[in-house]
């Protein structure tokens, strides 16, 4: 069985860590994004895995190689403009139109039982089976609906002040698996998502959209604080609270708790950080003090336009400081 790993996404919400990358390209405790989501499928017997690539295409293919330092055969396939989850899988269709094949978000990070979900997938003649998860915390992920196993649409934010009586909404984990024949549903060279445009058509027609209720280790990295948050948590299970990257130097009399240092990062003494990121080669200069804040050098985000959902951040010096408490 083939994949395709989705790694397109420009990654508004994680600026300025995406000034120089696209999200799937930045690194997590040193190793990148997307090269969790490669060493998941390869766990799982998947080798030949398809990548799209669209914004800075160059970290990623930087990051992965070809695949082989994370168990995976690569073949990347470049999007000149975006063109959404069903419209990516157009642009790979040669590739992918001959078998079952899966199709996994490229900024997870998880251990979700994989094989569960092609049996499921087997089982139920699907023409595709989305991998779910309960969102006990109703967070901002769009719930979906069902029927028995059977997906019937696409809802919208769950409600936050819901009952604790009623069960949690289910939300989809952006992993899924796929017939060939779902092609017969994507629009040809244009910008389409699965769940709003392709799924809904299918569903209409009659077609098995099938649920695999899941439970594992499920992290998704969509913003600069889900970033943090995340990486504490994979430390925690080293119990460390702390990662310096390549070449990253702390002095003795620096007081760093719970923060993720990027590579050549100096930090001097009497310094203090606390639930920060730091990216490539900043220094933070004697008895400097920050907190819950992301950290890039400013030269990198010189003279450039932040996206729309970015997080505001300023200059100080030779470091621009984006604050997490906003």
């Given at each position: 069985m083939k994949a395709m790993i989705l790694a397109a996404g420009y990654g508004e919400r994680l600026w300025p860590l995406t000034a120089d990358r696209t999200k799937p390209a930045l690194p997590v405790l040193g190793k990148p994004l997307v090269g969790y989501v490669a060493e998941y499928l390869a766990r799982f017997?998947?080798?030949?895995?398809?990548?799209?690539?669209?914004?800075?295409?160059?970290?990623?293919?930087?990051s992965l190689g070809d695949g082989s330092d994370f168990g995976v055969n690569l073949e990347y396939v470049y999007?000149?403009?975006i063109l959404g989850t069903s419209g990516a899988l157009d642009n790979a269709r040669g590739l992918l139109d001959q078998e079952t094949f899966a199709v996994i978000n490229g900024k997870i990070i998880t251990d979700i039982d994989l094989n569960a979900a092609l049996k499921t997938h087997r089982e139920q003649n699907a023409l595709a089976t989305l991998v779910l998860l309960r969102n006990s915390k109703r967070e901002k992920f769009s719930v979906v609906e069902t029927d028995g196993q059977l997906i019937t649409g696409f809802g919208g934010m769950p409600n936050p002040n819901g009952a604790s009586s009623e069960a949690a909404p289910l939300m989809f984990t952006g992993i899924q698996i796929v017939e060939p024949r779902i092609f017969?549903?994507?629009?040809?060279?244009?910008?389409?998502?699965?769940?709003?445009?392709?799924?809904?058509?299918?569903?209409a027609k009659g077609e098995r959209i099938v649920a695999q209720i899941a439970e594992g280790m499920w992290y998704e990295l969509s913003t600069l604080q889900r970033y943090l948050d995340i990486s504490l948590a994979l430390l925690q299970r080293e119990a460390r609270d702390v990662f310096q990257g390549r070449n990253s130097s702390v002095a003795d009399s620096a007081t760093v708790r719970e923060s993720i240092l990027w590579d050549d990062v100096e930090i001097a003494p009497g310094a203090i950080l606390r639930r920060t990121v730091i990216g490539d080669g900043v220094q933070v200069r004697a008895n400097e003090n920050f907190e819950d804040a992301v950290i890039v050098r400013a030269d990198l985000v010189a003279g450039k336009t932040p996206p729309a959902k970015a997080l505001k951040g300023s200059t100080e010096g030779d470091k621009f400081v984006v604050p997490l408490s906003q």
């Open positions: 017997g998947i080798r030949d895995v398809v990548v799209n690539l669209h914004h800075r295409p160059e970290s990623v293919k930087r999007e000149p403009t017969d549903y994507i629009p040809r060279g244009i910008f389409s998502h699965l769940t709003t445009a392709v799924y809904p058509q299918a569903i």
